[in-house]
């Protein structure tokens, strides 16, 4: 079957070639840590070393576990960069750009670099490295991947940061899945051969709990059989033609013209519900839809609406064979099983559709489904007998009268002009005429002028004449033969009336699409998209239309020139808004009303409204009317997508420039007043302590000039670490020290405030060793007492809790008895010249919690803010516990 042929796509080709010249990325995937990923990884390194290939390894993460680490030995290892912001040294990849082995090894596919690094992703520097030409072998878990970390963190009870994108993964050139099971894990675990120390115990009561790695195997499992049937469809893709595979169970629902098309669709649905399978619904249109009463087209758009909304992908082909179209789209998609529907045929010597699908493709399975029998003709509406496309009656009369014209004319010309030609030329003279009838009116007028044709040679030419009497039998095979070359001239010259027609309606149709993307390509504004919309509703779809989009209040406005006759309802527009939802005329939703309005949705929300008003509403309801009206509504969509996409951008790229201006006006100011106020300070101190033993009754003043001098001092010392910070200027300088020392640092700091005597201490009673930048924790803890004392109010008590909720993580606790935070308020407070209470009288610009959070997360900590159960507010600091150095013992 030469239809069915399908010749590799070029572009794929091309697409291949160029992949070609990158490098492969091989993926060990498994449902969580512990499965054997870098163990299966470090086996396949070993194994291309031996075959000569040069393989480097670039990360991996042993984790202590020495037999993981034996399985290093004799390979080439990639020495860390160093880097100031994490105690670890971090992948480099230039030094890998610079060697170019053959394979390298990067572990932890989700890892995040350290601030600083070239990527923010380790994966980012994966695809560098296959953009380089240099294969990779990395791992990663289930949890990691995108799309699945708000299932796996519903699962566990546990939300992973360090995500990669699911585009990333499924271009891997292979997946390996390394799978164990999940009593085999535990155990393991048991054993010490996951965590080492006390982590695993804990491992086995929080996430490795059975019930959770049968979950995340399952996801793993699933995710990688999607990942190799796409391979399998862009292989079979790429080799031309192939037969379906039965790799998964995929359905295709054909739907007819019958009136039990719904019974099919609900069939279907069920059987791809109980075997857990795609499935699709398609309608073929031939040259018999046209002829189509307007119910029964009607009743082929909603039942593909209410197959889509059964959860199927729907497509309407265009083919003259039925059967061929199917069998195409089947073998595109790779869909084993055929649904459709069965009913005794008034014509059994007909061969029926399933009966040609089981000749034209053995390899497929067809489940004939028995519909429900036809309504009877009295329960039919009275406008299911019309015809839509061939309801023309006055240019069917004049083809009758034209068809009876030509052949009167034939005839006299027969008679008085031409009587000397022999009847066999003239039998082709009438068969000129069928033609001509053919081609101008098409199938019945040629039929009725091939019928006229033969009466009118039987009576003027045949003897005897003036009668239907044939003297020569001879002559009933002429009548015969122009009988059936009439007929099938007519249908011929029909069928290609009919494929002119569908071709200039196509054309029509994609020009009208393209002088619309052009136009909304070229749109700069809301009003510029209406006014093409507008244009191109009226010229292709005959109906009046308006572009509604919400206001700043949130309201629906139109936009544009006004178009329909009448306001529609606000509670109709509304709704239809914010479901997402058509509503109106040909809708589910309140049909009886005059219009029709079509929701503009993106990818995350609802953008506005398109709201028609139709002339011929039966015209605008067919299905390839509907088709129009969908790619209308999803080309304004983007048009005005893109449109707020550009100004989000504007404003982002002005908020950033205002930004970077701001920091480097306010480094400048910092610097330039940080001298002056150092030596005015010095010079109040002085003063302060010159008058008070003195005894002078000016040290009061003296005394609050110092106090303000200091805060003065302050301000802009916070001014100068934020520019600093926001300019990446600030290293970590990580030393070991005792937990009570920086404290007590910060406090005699806060000494002169006021108030600073009354805040209360509940450290660990054995010393506490934290690897931190001194200077920057004592600055964020004087800038929690420092907001406690300001918005706690005189006679709050405030206090400082040190407590460790799991060995490796110490919480620091800034509370206060005061009035708590404003609900809503907790996470505003973190950002820059944001102040609880905006009117306050209390001093600052709120810069000192933003700089805490800076200088926490540059520790790999975390705070938060929230309210006390017993009044007042507290502020929480996470911080990562190490191990701190062996102290030797010189006794």
Known sequence: MNDDIQRPDPDALLRQTAESRRGKLKIYFGACAGVGKTWAMLQEARR???????????????????????????????????????????????????????????????HSNAPGSRHPKRWQDIDELLDAGIDVMTTVNVQHLESLNDVVGGVTGIRVRETVPDPFFDAADEIVLVDLPPDDLRQRL??????????AERAIENFFRKGNLIALRELALRRTADQVDDQMRAWRDGQGPEKVWHTRDAILLCIGDDSGSEKLVRTAARLAARLDSVWHAVYVETPRLWRLPEVKRRGILRTLQLAQELGAETATLSDPSEAHAVLRYAREHNLGKIITGRRPSRRPWRERFADRLVALAPELDILIVALDQPATD???????????????????LRGYAAAALLCAGVTLAGLWLLPGVDSANLVMVYLLAVVIVALRW???PSVLATLLNIVAFDLVFVMPTGTMAVSDVQYLVTFAVM?????????????????????????????????LAKGLSRARSPRDIAAIVQRSVENTLQARGELWLPDAQGELQAVGEPRLSAQPERAITRWSFDKGQPAGA???????????????????????????????????????????????????????????????????????????????LLAALSHDLRTPLTVLFGQAEILTLDLASEGSPYAPQASALRAQALNTVRLVNNLLDMARLQ???????REWMALDELIGSALRQLAPAPGSADILLDLPPEMLLIEVDGPLMERVLVNLLENALKYAGTGATIGIRATQPVPQQLQLEVWDSGPGIADGQQRMIFEKFSRGDKESAVPGVGLGLAICQAIVTLHDGEIRAENRPEGGARFLITLPLSEPPAIADYA
């Open 483 to 515: 009988l059936a070359v009439g007929v099938i001239v007519g249908n011929l010259t029909a069928g290609v009336r009919y494929q002119a027609r569908v071709a200039r309606y196509r054309e029509r149709r994609a020009h009208h699409l393209y002088e």
């Open 378 to 396: 009295a329960a039919r509406p009275p406008t299911a007998g019309v015809p839509a496309a061939e309801s023309r009656w006055p240019g069917r």
């Open 190 to 199: 048991k054993e010490g051969k996951v965590y080492i120390g006390t982590g």
């Open 442 to 444: 098409g199938r019945w």
């Open 48 to 110: 291309l070393r031996a075959q000569g290939l040069e393989v480097l390894v670039g990360v991996v993460e042993t984790h202590d576990r020495p037999e993981t680490a034996a399985l290093l030995a004799g390979l080439t290892l990639l020495p860390r960069r160093a880097t100031a912001h994490q105690r670890h040294a971090e992948f480099d990849l230039d030094a890998a750009l610079a060697r170019h082995p053959a394979v390298i090894l990067i572990d932890e596919l989700a």
């Open 727 to 733: 300019s990446g200027g600030i290293l970590l300088q």
């Open 586 to 664: 040909g809708t589910d939703t309140l049909p009886a009303v005059p219009w029709q309005m079509l929701p503009l949705k993106s990818a995350t929300e609802t953008l506005g409204l398109l709201i028609l008003e139709p002339v011929n509403l039966q015209q605008l309801m067919i299905p390839e009317q509907q088709r129009l009206v969908e790619t209308f509504t999803v080309l304004a969509a983007n048009a005005l997508d893109r449109i707020a996409l550009g100004q989000r951008e504007a404003a982002s790229r002005l908020a950033a420039e205002r930004e970077q201006l701001r920091n480097a």
